[in-house]
């Protein structure tokens, strides 16, 4: 069908038959309805904790030497980073569940040395599976003919496009012996390559001809040739897909095309969860409504432009309100050539995508941020310092987009619905209630003018307050610098930062307190072991509450059954917006050394050693 949105407005659904479901959720605020919706569809999935840090990834890896050299020199930078991922080119004649003994025979050994290191590697997975001779063994094909789980054709054989691996058969995801089809491949894989979660790609499903490979195409018929063609790309329903007319287990795929991408996801999220026995990491190109319970989705193949840059953070802010919250576009552009400068800002932007990979095209220079020189890398470091600081706030929002379906990353208007000059704000944007991200989206731009909502605000790193009653403002920004602002009234649990997710889990934790105008503020923290399956249904996680108010920080545990790495440690805490200097600091009502700023009302209480299972009060006078 044709769906047309109208300035009156109105929208406009031209379609030739089926039935239309309409759901309606009413609110009355923005993150009410994204909280109904993803109710009917499904809340999004809680990710491991690894997997919201650095991901690093390119198409063009021509060696197993090459892929660790640049796993090794980000290392070796010191940039936090997490996952290593690789595309195609590491396959075996770009084959799924395989990889090339000539030139990556070394895959496995290097896997053990990411695990080793405390990280996680990831492997892209095509949906498309070569359709091989009989000659020629291919466990994966052999497994699939055996089973009968691929998509037929209008006569019952099996269909075949042409894919990567030249020409190929699409397992058929609507099939309940798919998906044990799909954990067998995992599993034979996985005892080879231990990875960690998967990127399923091309799964619209995609096709490098029109249809299959007979020289007919698709079929004459009212499924490829309907009586009204949408304006899609190409022109035709086949064009670069499977034949509308194929059969697949629930119907012909002319009603099942668009959740082709969801019914992978499902699998997948399944396999890896049979295999690895932890909670599954997922990708995927192709979603639907209700993909974000499965797994997260990546925004494509996006251009090394500034225009492009820009236009990202709409598409982060979109999926989130489609209930698919783990989000990112590629870091630095996929297709073409990127550039320092453009990197440079595009590492500080994507190190709050929710969802972090720096990832390119063959062909094209390296992009990782050490093969771009000493500016990339010193604005990496500074942008991913603060991330991972900051890890606890997001794993936190993601918490409670599983538990409410609530955004994590968020447009302006969200938190201000009744400030009009927010509606159309999309060059900045909200981390949950408390944070503001305020990139840098032109060439050699130092000073940007971003919308502060009403309200007090703090900028970082600059410790500069804003009391704003809804306007722009002038705020300098450093080509290695991003500048974020918390919010008055939010309290966000940090940690310190150490070289991976796993690192920084035994890292003591803090307090950034950011008082309103009326010096109050609230927050939470969730924690759990961040790889275990269903613990809210066990039971084994924290979830901890803090409040300040009259001079005074008070915690409430809600919840407290998983003990954490570091005994869940609070170290420090950062009350922004302490108007007169304090005299006296009191922890637990014993007296308590302290810092205070007066340029920037800060206060600062260091060396705390506060167990979190136990309530606190931090008071001062």
Known sequence: MDIVLQ????????????????????GPTPSDVVSQYTELVGRPFMPPYWSLGFHLCRLGYTSMDDVRDVWQRTRDAGIPFDVQWTDIDTMHKRRDFTYDNDTFGYLPGLVNEIHLAGMHYVPIIDCAIANTTAEEEYQPFDDGVKMDIFIKDSTGTNFVGQVWPGPSVYPDFTNSNTTLYWMMQFEKYWIEVAFDGAWIDMNEPSNFV????????????????PPYTPA???????YKTVCMSAQQNASLHYNVHNIYGLTE?????FALQSVRKKRPFVISRSTFPGSGHYGGVWTGDVWSRWHDMGRSIADILNFNLFGIPLVGADICGFNGNTSAKLCQRWMELGAFYPFSRNHNEDGTIAQDPVALGSEVIEASLKAFYLRYQLLPYLYTLFSRAHTFGETVARPLFFEFPNDRRTYAIDTQFLWGSGLMILPVLEEDVVTINPYFPSGVWYLLPSNETINSSGSTFSVDSPLDTIV????????????????TTTASRYEMFGLWVALSENEEAKGEIYWDDGEALDVLESGIYNRIYFEAKDN?????????AYPGENLMTLGKVLVYGVQTSPTVVFVNDINHPFYYENSTKILSIEDLQIRLENPFTISWK
């Open 7 to 26: 300035p009156m407005p109105a929208i406009t659904y031209r379609t030739i038959g089926g039935v239309l479901d309409f759901y309606f959720f009413l």
């Open 210 to 225: 029109d249809g299959s490979l007979k020289p007919t195409g698709c079929p004459e018929s009212q499924w490829d040739n």
């Open 232 to 238: 899609v790309v190409g022109g035709k329903l086949s």
């Open 265 to 269: 996801a499902m699998a997948t999220n």
């Open 484 to 499: 974020v602002a918390l919010r008055g009234g939010s309290i966000l649990p940090v940690q310190e930062v150490n070289r």
């Open 552 to 560: 005074k920080i008070n915690s409430t545990v809600k919840h407290f």
